[in-house]
Structures are given as structure tokens and as C-alpha cells.
């Protein structure tokens, strides 16, 4: 079983920068084996892919915010970052962490209760 919890949401002014965290924890599982990756999802919209990092460390961007965030893992602290910068109003939203790891050769998908993130115009 594995646990994603993420942190630092908050209320920020347009222009301005967050950095919000996805701590994995549990047993049964190799965190560098777990492909994983950030998603948002506004009021009345679907959720979205934001940006994803692979086991390599390959990753990928909505090109709503390319350019802007930056995705990281340290895999020695089990740990996912998203660095935020020249936030917008747009980008309001509740963010998700997003894992999948092959466990006893079934992959498993594991999502994060959310943190909120409000971009003041």
C-alpha cells in the first residue's frame, strides 16, 4: 500500500511562486520504480494533466504551463516536487499527486488528497 501526500498550496498573488511537494510513503514498493506526476483539476472542469516525470526522470508539460514549472524527484527522500513560478489566475486549482508502480507484477495507480492552490489577480 503506498500513500501520497502533498504540501504547499496556498493563496499566492498573480506573479508570484509556489512549490508544492508529494511525500510517498508505504511498503511494497520501489519509489524509483513509480512513474509519477502532478494534476489539477478547477470547479466544473476536468482534471488535467499539469506535468509527469518518469522513473528516468524524463518529463512532460501541459503547454499551458511550460516554461513556468518545473517537475523534480529526489528519489533518496521518496519525494516529487512542482516549482511554480509567474503563477496566473488560470492556474487556480486543486493539485493532485499521481503515482503508478508495478507491485507483485500488477500495476497499481495511487492518487494524493489534494492541495489547494489560489492565484489572486
Known amino acids: 500500500q503506498v500513500q501520497l501526500v502533498e504540501s504547499g498550496g496556498g493563496l499566492v498573488q498573480a506573479g508570484g511562486s509556489l512549490r508544492l511537494s508529494c511525500a510517498a510513503s508505504g511498503s511494497g514498493f520501489i519509489f524509483r520504480t513509480m512513474a509519477m506526476g502532478w494534476y489539477r483539476q478547477a470547479p466544473g472542469e476536468q482534471r488535467s494533466l499539469v506535468a509527469r516525470i518518469t522513473r528516468v526522470g524524463t518529463t512532460n508539460y501541459a503547454d499551458s504551463v511550460k516554461g513556468r514549472f518545473t517537475v523534480s524527484r529526489d528519489n533518496a527522500k521518496n519525494t516529487m516536487y512542482l516549482q511554480m513560478n509567474s503563477l496566473k489566475s488560470e492556474d487556480t486549482a486543486v493539485y493532485y499527486c499521481?503515482?503508478?508502480?508495478?507491485?507483485?507484477?500488477?500495476?497499481?495507480?495511487?492518487w494524493g488528497q489534494g492541495t489547494q492552490v489560489t492565484v489572486s489577480s
Open positions: 499521481n503515482g503508478d508502480v508495478i507491485q507483485n507484477g500488477v500495476s497499481r495507480n495511487y
